[in-house]
């Protein structure tokens, strides 16, 4: 099948391909920055979760026909720029985890949008065969998202708002 579609369904496949690899090499960072254990452990689940989405999106291009291509995913890159600057910004402890918590979720909702998209088109052109790989993940991003919003109303935003400011952070680079 080649039509228009399915030449952009391609490219963002690879797109979202090489968002994730991104995201694996960020989320250890991230990781290892946080300070409340319920959000490190999150962040933790979701790097093994990342690496599986690496996978699965390698299966779908196989299943495709396609390679992973040499796209660079540039909003990736500029969400993951921004949350270096957040770390740098705001120290290790309550307002960093919040921080923390806020970029994750951008890019969450980012990779919500995408997969969701992709499903999408994979459903008009009746790529039945990488359907199910693309849920899986869209479904595991938006338990991720849920998580990081418990922890932030439960735990994290309340301690940020009665911790005092502790000056500059820590670098995700």
């Known amino acids: 099948m080649n039509n228009a579609l399915h030449e952009v369904f ?10 994730e690899k991104q995201l694996t090499a960020a989320l250890p960072k ?28 390698e299966q779908v291009c196989r299943l495709l026909g396609c390679g992973t291509g040499n796209v660079t995913c540039q909003a990736t890159t500029g969400l993951i720029r921004e949350a270096q600057e957040q770390m740098q910004e705001f120290a290790p402890g309550p307002g960093g985890d919040a921080a923390i918590i806020g970029c994750a979720q951008k890019v969450e909702h980012y990779e919500i949008s995408n997969y969701g998209t992709v499903i999408e088109w994979a459903k008009q ?27 932030a109303e439960k735990q994290v935003n309340e301690a940020a708002r009665e911790a005092q400011p502790v000056g500059s952070g820590a670098s995700l680079m």
């Open 125 to 151: 052109m009746d790529h039945d065969d990488v359907l199910d790989l693309l849920k899986e993940t869209l479904k595991e991003e938006s338990a991720a998202n849920e998580k990081l919003t418990k922890i």
């Open 10 to 19: 391609v490219h963002n496949i690879q797109d979202i391909y090489n968002s």
């Open 30 to 57: 991230m990781r290892d920055l946080a300070q409340n254990p319920d959000l490190r452990e999150a962040i933790g689940a979701h790097l093994s979760e990342t690496q599986e989405h690496v996978r699965r999106i």
